[in-house]
């Protein structure tokens, strides 16, 4: 007989044996014979040891009897077992493996009294509600009893010292949490998403890793002792992310042990401060905090997720607020700052639907961090600000307006992307750089370019799908906007970069850029003279009010995906010879009528997804020239009559 062995259910494990070996009756493979699944064993009196992976994954087994003479549990014995409710585990055992009883259905546990450690993972994914924690364990693992949804009741003994990252996580019922006077570290997310309504941190914890607290939504009270000389650092992300209490909606009264050396909380400010450095940096806030007039700076993520948060005055002591300092204050509605504030963060203050009345500091310099304020209706900028950092108002839906200060010279990428309510801004007259897709998806129908502006961002061209007219004043020493044809044409290579839905093309035009006219959508008609020689990629991609083109021979070059996506196209008429065509009526939907060139000598996907093609009309015997070329679409090719040549005289 083997060792091992499966009959009728029942696991056969031979007398006298000392170690269950590895993987002995693993079921992490499949096994379609019923009979040689596992559902209950009884392990003989003689084994010290079981080894790694000895039982997992047997999903059959529901109960089973540990004997004294096991000492030693390896890791993953009995993972994944996720019917076994009952285990008894003796007294005798003095080490159990990580993950060792990872996603079993213990309904109950007694964990054995000579335990040191709680290794990694070892009772996660568990259905007991209780877990008394004995004496003499000094270190709960990473993902010990992390869930463990039914947890409602945990010991910990003053003997542990360390509670490593997730030791609890998502143990969603565990409402109540007593910390002993011995713990010196508490880990990365160690009691996120739990219950916990209170916790007091002994005067023995140096320190709380970055997310300790994260998403305890129904958390009300923190009390910090005097021993903490560490909050917030993230060991994953190798630097100090200061965010314990993230998401702890709930949370109103903060207060620090007056002895600590480092931190502090001062006149019930409900906040927790780090003193250090003769400043006093906010690093934890909640929806009752006040900002002390001794704060120099509010750190990033302090207010994040408090969403009882309804309004905020920043006092004049404060120069920095870092990025995301109050990202996801949904009920935010009004934010007063004193002329203090120097220099705000990115994203200082996204997702704050509710925002609608901002007062910014005289100070700033820099204007940023607005991005999906969507109650946001208008805003007054600081007289000095000279820069509107990319995103700034990015997906602000409901701003109107804004008055942009003479100071401003560079206007960031993507700064007022979907603010589709704003239908016009002045720009400033020293503006010397506007950021890609700066203005794309908002309302602005007429735009003059200062002759101050000489950089544009790689995303420029195609960000205006609603402009009508645009105009570059005399002077600029790089664009210009010649007699009047409402486009924005580089003087150098004469190359228009930006049409609207009026452009009239100069006769002096040789190129047309990249995305020039992209999303042009009030765009019904464009005349392109002689002079043309080049059209870009995507230059009248979703043009789709356009419904005729005509190419004339003069151009030698048509870039990728110049027209895709013109879905109102119905005819277009190509003059010109081509070395390639490349995907570019892709997706113009409506196209009936192509008129090709005498040649063009590669081509590809040119007519994807034009459903409607009836007919490519193609020169006088070149009908089989161009069959190569459109495959299955060679049965939509007629050839035109040839011209007839003009008699001599």
Known sequence: MANYEVKDGVGIIEKGTNAIKKEAFYEGHAINDEDHKLKSVTIPDSVTRIGEKAFGFCEGLTSVVIPDSVTEIGNNAFCQCTNLASVVITDAVTEIGACAFDGCGLTELTIPSQLKVINEGVFSDNNFTEAIIPQGVTSIGRHA???????????????????????????????SVVIPNSVKFIGESAFEGCSIERIDIPDSVETIEAFAFMGCSSLNTVTIGKGLKSLGFSRSMGEDMGRVFDDCISLQEITVDDSNELYCSPKGCNAILNKTNDSQILLVACSKTVIPDTVTAIAKSAFSGVTELTSIHIPASVKTIEDRAFDGCTALTKVTMDDGLETIGNE???????????KLSGAMKLVAGFSGCTALESIELPPQADTIADCAFADCTSLKSIDLPASVTMIGGSAFEGCSLLTSITLPPELRKIGGEAFKGTGIKNLTLPKSLVEFGDEFAGAFENLEGIVVEEGNPIIDSRGGCNAVIRSEDNTLIQGTNNTVIPDSVTAIGANAFRGCTGLTSIVIPDSVMKIGSHAFAECIGLTSIDIPETVTEICWAAFKGCTGLVEAVIKCSLDEMDGTFQGCSALEKVTLPAKVKEMDCVFDKCDSLKTIYVPAKKAAYYEKHLGNLAHLIVEMPAEKKAKKK
């Open 145 to 175: 009893f992390s869930g463990c949804r039914e947890l409602v009741k945990v010991v910990i003994p003053n003997t542990v010292t360390v509670i490593e990252k997730s030791a609890f996580e998502g143990c969603k019922n565990l409402a």
């Open 348 to 358: 200082v203050f996204r997702g704050c639907t509710a925002l609608k009345e901002v």
